[in-house]
């Protein structure tokens, strides 16, 4: 099993950064991808961007150029950076891994980003 704990959520006024990060724990041999997901209230939770160990990287069209994605492998943690915020990007963001992309099956709890008008 692998647990992941996120971290770095809060409220930022629109326009302004924050960072996430997600600290993997347990069997973490079997993760190759980790990635974030987002999801409101009412909707699908979303892919944010996804980062494989060798660091290929996938980003939903909407967050390109603003959010960016990095890993260190050495200590299991994916980062997100988030610049330029909106008050739609307003969400529970979630941390996933797991052995693929299409294989995300671990998930954290999810921290909380408001961005305020």
Known sequence: QVQLVESGGGLVQAGGSLRLSCAA???TVSINAMGWFRQVPGKQRELVASI???GTTH???SMKGRFTISRDNAKNTVYLQMNSLKPEDTAV?????G???DGMKYWGKGTLVTVSS
């Open 25 to 27: 724990s347990g069997s």
């Open 52 to 54: 494989s160990s060798g």
């Open 59 to 61: 980003y939903a069209d």
């Open 93 to 97: 963001y979630y941390c996933s891994a």
């Open 99 to 101: 052995p693929g992309f």
